[in-house]
């Protein structure tokens, strides 16, 4: 079974609106980590937020925010105000387990093209 | 704050070559994982180095072996190359922190071609 899914390929989004991608976990672990990346055109992987799974409050990051609903295994990502340097890659990853050091799984990912 | 840094950038090589990639930690990091990521594909985790020694490894074959130096960068070594090796390789360093947790920051890769 994926560890990580991403169901949506891809994506526009207007200028300015509001983008929710999403992203759903399967793990047996009640300690994990779930994470968000951006990766643009040039490759490199940038963290955006972080949701521990004993987190109380949704974990937010200026326009990202996690919409975190931990009985139903999803973390959906939420981008207010979308700016055209916005488009690119994004990906949902999980380390399963509190310690550091665990690996790192990754989603499929889902490409955002934002419109002007 | 220099961030994780790889080298090279680009790189082709022929079926059956041998290659090393290299990978310098963000500043105060003391661990590093080395990831695969096909086109079109989400990255794939090889393996993990802490103290000099490889700590956690993903489902890869012995033909994908590493290194970490006492000044915490590695290296990723690759040896009889297939065509099915040809991916962008990324590097990510991390450190414990007070939570005993961490995060993983990434460099921007080395894409490896095998023709």
């Known amino acids: 079974a994926q560890k990580i899914t991403q169901t949506q390929p891809g994506m526009f989004v207007q200028e300015k609106e509001a983008v929710t991608l999403d992203c759903t976990y399967d793990?047996?672990?009640?300690?994990?980590?779930l994470f968000w990346y951006k990766q643009p055109s040039s490759g490199e992987m940038i963290f955006l937020i972080y949701q521990g799974s004993y987190d109380q409050q949704n974990a937010t990051e200026g326009r990202y925010s996690l919409n975190f609903q931990k009985a139903r295994k999803s973390a959906n990502l939420v981008i207010s105000a979308s700016q055209l340097g916005d488009s690119a890659m994004y990906f949902c990853?999980?380390?399963?387990?509190?310690?550091?050091?665990?690996?790192?799984?990754f989603g499929g990912g889902t490409r955002v093209l934002v419109k002007p | 704050d220099a961030g994780v840094t790889q080298s090279p950038t680009h790189l082709i090589k022929t079926r059956g070559q041998q290659v090393t990639l290299r990978c310098s930690p963000k500043s105060g990091h003391d661990t590093v994982s080395w990831y695969q990521q096909a086109l079109g594909q989400g990255p794939q985790f090889i393996f993990q180095?802490?103290?000099?020694?490889?700590?956690q490894r993903g489902n890869f074959p012995d033909r994908f072996s590493g290194h970490q130096y006492p000044n915490y960068s590695s290296e990723l070594n690759v040896n009889a190359l297939l065509l099915g090796d040809s991916a962008l390789y990324l590097c990510?360093?991390?450190?414990?922190?007070?939570?005993?947790?961490?995060?993983?920051?990434f460099g921007p890769g080395t894409r490896l071609t095998v023709l």
């Open positions: 180095y802490y103290e000099e020694e490889e700590r």
């Open positions: 990853a999980m380390r399963e387990g509190w310690a550091a050091g665990n690996k790192l799984t």
């Open positions: 990510a360093s991390s450190v414990k922190n007070r939570w005993g947790t961490d995060t993983q920051y």
């Open positions: 793990t047996s672990d009640p300690s994990y980590g």
